[in-house]
T-cell receptor
Framework: NAGVTQTPKFQVLKTGQSMTLQCAQDMNHNSMYWYRQDPGMGLRLIYYSASEGTTDKGEVPNGYNVSRLNKREFSLRLESAAPSQTSVYFC????????????FGPGTRLTVT | QKEVEQDPGPLSVPEGAIVSLNCTYSNSAFQYFMWYRQYSRKGPELLMYTYSSGNKEDGRFTAQVDKSSKYISLFIRDSQPSDSATYLCAMYTGGYQKVTFGTGTKLQVIP
């Protein structure tokens, strides 16, 4: 039982490049989330998916797109990376969008130069 | 003003000390109050949660909520080096609403 897995663990991009961050959970959870964590800013919600087939914007969605590929997988895409997107990205899941407990993955450390 | 304010620390204490971690908030609609622990280079994990006001105890950890003051605390008794981590408070109104996280307080327990 791996919980929430994320790939890659580290990535360096040049400004303007694109990439997709992958996330998968094996807990049969309905809801999945993408956060970014920056010093002094805490965890900020980028996008979330309350259930398979639905996605909604969070607090800081600009510059990102998401795909809920199936119940297990939720990907985050940066179409044209900018230095302001340098951050640690966490994927999380919960049984439902009304659940208190979110289970987090290990994170992806992204640097955009 | 942020909805949730948390002192970033770092907070250094000797092993065995009682630790007090705190958050203040501005949204009176918050009903659920959570504490997450995040070890270095790991994702956060839920430590405990409290509904509305009052105290909740789990082993060496006690969560306290004072809704009248919009102030929550996490106390750690007999702190251990393994408690060294960043502690994030989180709050939630209930229903299908997003969770709001504090910025985290970094704690170091020195042997």
């Amino acid at each position: 039982n791996a919980g929430v897995t994320q790939t890659p663990k580290f990535q360096v991009l040049k400004t303007g490049q694109s990439m997709t961050l992958q996330c998968a959970q094996d807990m049969n959870h309905n809801s999945m989330y993408w956060y970014r964590q920056d010093p002094g800013m805490g965890l900020r919600l980028i996008y979330y998916s309350a259930s398979e087939g639905t996605t909604d914007k969070g607090e800081v969605p600009n510059g990102y797109n998401v795909s809920r590929l199936n119940k297990r997988e939720f990907s985050l895409r940066l179409e044209s990376a900018a230095p302001s997107q340098t951050s640690v990205y966490f994927c999380a899941s919960s049984a439902s969008s009304g659940s208190l407990e979110q289970y987090f993955g290990p994170g992806t450390r992204l640097t955009v130069t | 003003q942020k909805e949730v304010e948390q002192d970033p620390g770092p907070l250094s204490v000797p092993e065995g000390a009682i630790v007090s971690l705190n958050c203040t908030y501005s949204n009176s609609a918050f009903q659920y109050f959570m504490w997450y622990r995040q070890y270095s280079r790991k994702g956060p994990e839920l430590l405990m949660y409290t509904y509305s006001s009052g105290n909740k105890e789990d082993g060496r950890f006690t969560a306290q909520v004072d809704k009248s003051s919009k102030y929550i605390s996490l106390f750690i008794r007999d702190s251990q080096p393994s408690d060294s981590a960043t502690y994030l408070c989180a709050m939630y109104t209930g229903g299908y609403q997003k969770v709001t996280f504090g910025t985290g307080t970094k704690l170091q327990v020195i042997p």
